[in-house]
């Protein structure tokens, strides 16, 4: 066979194979990719759904999936994909989807894609250039095993030749074809230049983008313009084309091969490395024209689909034709609702650079906020005087000023008497509740739960209330709940938090709490399934990413994994570290756990001094971790007694905090770590609520109190089987402690 064929064969069985969700075809621009994609396509009887990134596509959410979905404007990331998934899904068809230039994706799309490889939800062929950095969730696809990677290489030396006196009819001399062979490397696009622009007259080998250059320049100029339009911005409706450049330049354009048509009676160029020299041509002022040009004509017409949108806003910002200030500011906020965090904050700037208001100020502070940069969001609140405001407006500026305050300036109790202040100018019962909900989520992370669930009770009984106040209350509720030990009453409260899709950093305190309540209840493979949800390329964005991972490492130091606990908490504690939430000291009380049961005495004993550097009134909460993390630390150093010390006291710091349900977590680290008095108030606490952990732990208790191996040996077996494999082993390491040594 020829290696083209060999190629297509690899290709067709990794397509059709069992074992994974599809192919990955990388190589370089102008190999044959797409090409070697429309002949797979070609063998199938399934639907064909076929999506193009381009680079401006890649600016907003579902850009490249916009005529294939549905999704609805408001929710959290996570929503958007099972939306988007169930929109691209729905009829049930055998589906391909066929993802042609997937580097350039945005994380939206990348992280649909990857969710569809992983659900096997529909085959894929997945293009992308090999000398590109790819999107997260893109490499992923790879790196998870998720597609087969077949590499695309160029044609030999034999199948260049024939192509090339194909094209030309006629047969070449030897030094004519080495000469082909050597300039080209057996790349399809090259060739088509060097042999239909003459390219063997230069005397100089030109790389791709030279050839394509001496294309481009010998196009009529009417058809450079349509390309140079779509360099700038594509795709774009044949309609707007022809009214930007004229009807007889985009038939120009098409039959010069420099532009494609695509569903939607849409253009394309014809080949992605068209659109990135046209581009490179182009000087800044020249691009900004073309953007006017284009931004003006957008907006003669409704967009149907909000990525529609948000391109022609983003188009607008680096055009001498932007958006009045309530369309620019409506599209910040959209870009916030779909967790697009990065492109949020670039519009509402250019919003506030223009107007300077309240309006700009808020979406711009929440971008901000959300990926950790407090300072710089403080510094937008803060030039806002609070007495110019109405009520609803000063609502507005005070929660996330607030919010800012307690956790990244690091100053809960000025924040706590700020929006003390702040309510007593508020006359609104809704607004009032609001507050209030926020007071108590300030409440919780200060651990104090008795204040937090008082507050959030009133908000959550309050059948007026609607809005933010809702999810506060609730997932504050849920979190308090499980770590007081009330289990029944966490996914009563988890499900009214998530009713209202808030597009914050909430989720993951709901997640929290829904985690700690299924290992409580002894279900720990299910908590470990719910943990992996927040790192499943859904939490593409940081810090959201790295709240996951925590959530997720959690887990994983109960299942014994450590190393990969340590591998998860190292980063995620960098990235948090720079932010002001209370997960980061958690990140590193757990980090410190982790190297500690890996016998990292130095590290844990670092990380377990940047955690008591990050602790304080706003991670008050997590104060039994921190107990904990010392526990182990001294364990890891041979201080046994200290351990033991160090871990009935995290439990007895969780009691008086009325954390019962952490307090017998606590407890049973104690047991695990020798402590042959902790029977009675592991009893206690149970008898104060049933759980499956507390019973399993009562009998780990009493086992290693009484000295009886063989009830040591009979609990490690039921701790493993319940998911708790660290629990287990050193149920076992005591069981063995106590039996004789065999000579």
């Not at 899904?89 to 066929?98: K, S």
């Not at 490179?280 to 020249?286: E, F, I, K, M, V």
């Not at 509402?348 to 979406?363: E, F, I, K, W």
């Not at 202040?421 to 992370?445: G, W």
């Amino acid at each position: 066979m020829t290696p083209e064929e060999s190629v297509l064969q690899r290709a067709k069985a990794a397509l059709d194979g069992p074992e994974r969700s599809g192919v990955l075809l990388a190589g370089p621009a102008g190999i044959g990719k797409t090409t070697l994609a429309e002949t797979l396509r070609a063998y199938t009887d399934k639907t064909v759904s076929w999506v193009t990134g381009t680079p401006s596509q890649r600016l907003v959410p579902f850009g490249a999936f916009r005529h294939l979905v549905d999704v609805t404007e408001i929710g959290r990331p996570a929503a958007l994909l099972r939306a988007a998934r169930e929109s691209l899904t729905h009829d049930g068809a055998d589906l391909l989807l066929v993802v042609d230039d997937a580097h350039l994706l945005d994380t939206l799309s990348a992280t649909l894609v990857y969710q569809l490889a992983l659900t096997r939800a529909a085959r894929l062929i997945v293009i992308v250039e090999s000398t590109v950095e790819l999107p997260d969730a893109v490499a992923a696809l790879r790196s998870d095993d998720l597609l087969t990677s077949v590499d695309v290489v160029g044609l030999d030396r034999g199948p260049t030749v024939a192509l090339v006196e194909k094209a030309l009819g006629a047969s070449v001399d030897l030094a004519v074809a080495d000469e082909v062979f050597r300039r080209s490397q057996g790349n399809p696009l090259y060739l088509r230049h060097l042999v239909g622009e003459g390219g063997l007259q230069h005397q100089n080998t030109l790389p791709l983008s030279g050839v394509v250059d001496d294309y481009l320049s010998g196009l009529p100029a009417p058809a450079r313009a349509v390309l140079d339009y779509l360099a700038v911005a594509e795709p774009l409706a044949r309609a707007d084309l022809t009214a930007l450049a004229g009807e007889q330049a985009v038939t120009d354009a098409e039959v010069a091969g420099a532009v494609r048509p695509a569903p939607l009676d849409e253009l394309f160029a014809a080949h992605p490395v068209y659109a990135e020299r046209a581009r490179a041509a182009l000087t800044p002022d020249g691009a900004r024209v073309l953007r006017t040009a284009v931004v003006n004509q957008l907006s003669k017409h409704r967009p149907e689909h909000v990525s529609d949108r948000l391109r022609r806003s983003v188009l607008a910002v680096d055009s001498d034709s932007p958006e009045p200030v309530p369309d620019a500011v409506a599209a910040a906020e959209e870009a916030l609702r779909l967790g697009d965090l990065v492109l949020a904050e670039r519009l509402a700037r250019a919003a506030l650079h223009r107007s300077g208001g309240l309006a700009a100020r808020l979406p711009l502070a929440h971008a901000l906020g959300w990926q950790g940069r407090g300072r710089e969001a403080g510094a937008v609140l803060a030039e806002v005087d609070p007495a110019e405001l109405s009520e609803t407006e000063l609502m507005a500026w005070a929660v996330p000023r607030a919010a800012n305050q307690f956790w990244m300036l690091d100053e809960p109790e000025r924040a706590t008497a700020f929006l003390q202040t702040t309510r007593n100018r508020i006359t609104d019962p809704t607004a009032r509740s609001a507050l209030d909900a926020l007071t108590a989520t300030f409440a919780m992370n200060s651990g104090n739960l008795q204040r937090a669930v008082a507050l959030a009770a009133e908000v959550l009984a309050d059948p007026t209330n609607s809005g933010m106040g809702t999810p506060w209350a609730a997932s504050a509720a849920a979190l308090c709940a499980a770590r007081m030990g009330r289990w029944s009453d966490v996914d009563r409260l988890a499900e009214r938090a998530a009713a209202t899709e808030h597009p914050g950093l909430l989720r993951f305190t709901v997640g929290l709490a829904q985690i700690t309540a299924l290992v409580m209840a002894g279900d720990v493979e299910s908590a470990h399934a719910l943990a992996r949800r927040f790192t499943d390329m859904t939490e593409s964005q940081q810090p959201g990413r790295a709240i996951g991972e925590v959530l997720l490492a959690d887990v994983l130091l109960l299942k014994g994994e450590f190393a990969s606990a340590a591998a998860l908490l190292e980063p995620a504690a960098a990235t948090l570290e720079r932010t002001g939430y209370s997960w980061g000291p958690l990140s590193l009380m757990l980090l410190a756990t982790a190297l500690a049961q890996q016998g990292d005495i130095p590290g844990s004993a670092k990380a377990l001094r940047r955690a008591e550097i990050r602790h304080g009134t706003k991670s008050g909460l997590f104060a039994p971790e921190l107990g904990l993390a010392r526990a182990w630390t001294k364990a890891a150093a041979r201080d046994k007694t200290a351990a033991i010390t160090a871990a009935r006291e995290a439990a007895r710091a969780a009691e008086r905090a009325g954390q019962s349900g952490v307090a017998l977590h606590a407890y049973h680290h104690a047991v695990r770590l020798g402590d042959v008095r902790a029977v009675h108030p592991i009893s206690q606490l149970v008898g104060q609520f049933g759980c499956a952990m507390g019973d399993l732990a009562v009998k780990h208790a009493r086992a290693l109190a009484d000295a009886d191996a063989d009830a040591l040996v009979a609990v490690a077996d039921e701790l493993a089987t319940a998911g708790m494999a660290a629990a287990a082993a050193d149920a076992t390491r005591a069981a063995q402690d106590l039996r004789p040594t065999s000579r």
